[in-house]
């Protein structure tokens, strides 16, 4: 029988609620999550329990087994509690400006030290849980960036009938391939070469939605 003293296996209850909690149950929240994020980053998900958790944060042992179930469960908290926020796109007043803004944003994110943002996406590929959150959290940010798009249509730099979703990729890729895939370091240049390929590209109707009728 499982018990709160043996790690649970994923997948045996299903992921938190997602809500916004106040008083003591946002600060327990906040101190759990903050040791995950720190037990992950210096141990990696090998190295990552549900005692070091709950030593380090402070909170009992029960309660961190009773609200998250298991390793998976607390991943998947982190990678929602991002998505808890009022983030916005830059607006810089063009479509070039916009995504290079946002390709630099996210090329510090993932140089920053301890590097939270690399090892959390690194744990999606070993969790199921944090997968479908770490999926939640992209679908979120780039609803959140379609707006670039829409106002660079409205502007016309770019034709009416873009598909936002593959140009964001288009314009963003290069910073994960990079980073992620490749573990170069930084490149200042990157994020403004990566936004100005793409914006010439969208400008050109690379992006260009197919029409049913015609099947383009």
């Given at each position: 029988m499982?018990?709160?003293?043996d790690p649970e296996p994923e997948g045996t209850r299903p992921p938190p609620t997602r809500s916004r909690p106040g008083g003591r149950t946002a600060r327990i929240r906040a101190q759990v999550l903050?040791?995950?994020?720190?037990?992950?980053?210096?141990?990696?998900?090998?190295?990552?329990?549900?005692?070091?958790?709950?030593?380090?944060?402070?909170?009992?042992?029960?309660?961190?087994?009773?609200?998250?179930g298991d390793i998976g469960g607390l991943l998947a908290d982190v990678l929602d509690a991002a998505s808890d926020d009022d983030w916005q796109p830059p607006d810089t007043g063009s479509l070039e400006g916009d995504l290079a803004a946002l390709n630099q944003e996210i090329q510090?994110?993932?140089?920053?030290?301890?590097?939270?943002?690399?090892?959390?996406i690194?744990?999606?590929f070993r969790s199921e849980k944090a997968?479908?959150?770490?999926?939640?959290?992209?679908?979120?940010?780039?609803?959140?960036?379609?707006?670039v798009v829409s106002r660079a249509v409205r502007r016309g730099e770019l034709p009416p009938r873009t598909d936002a979703r593959r140009l964001l990729i288009a314009a963003t890729a290069p910073l994960y391939h990079q980073l992620v895939l490749l573990r170069t370091?930084?490149?200042?240049?990157?994020?403004?070469?990566?936004?100005?390929?793409?914006?010439?590209?969208?400008?050109?109707?690379?992006?260009?939605?197919?029409?049913?009728?015609?099947g383009t």
């Open positions: 499982i018990t709160p003293t903050d040791a995950v994020r720190a037990e992950l980053c210096e141990h990696g998900y090998d190295g990552l329990t549900m005692d070091a958790v709950a030593a380090r944060s402070g909170v009992h042992r029960t309660t961190v087994y009773r609200r998250w510090t994110a993932m140089a920053a030290e301890p590097p939270i943002m690399a090892a959390l690194a744990a999606s997968a479908h959150a770490q999926q939640r959290l992209w679908e979120d940010r780039y609803a959140r960036c379609e707006i370091p930084p490149d200042p240049q990157l994020p403004g070469h990566a936004a100005r390929t793409a914006a010439l590209a969208a400008a050109a109707g690379a992006f260009a939605e197919s029409r049913p009728e015609d």
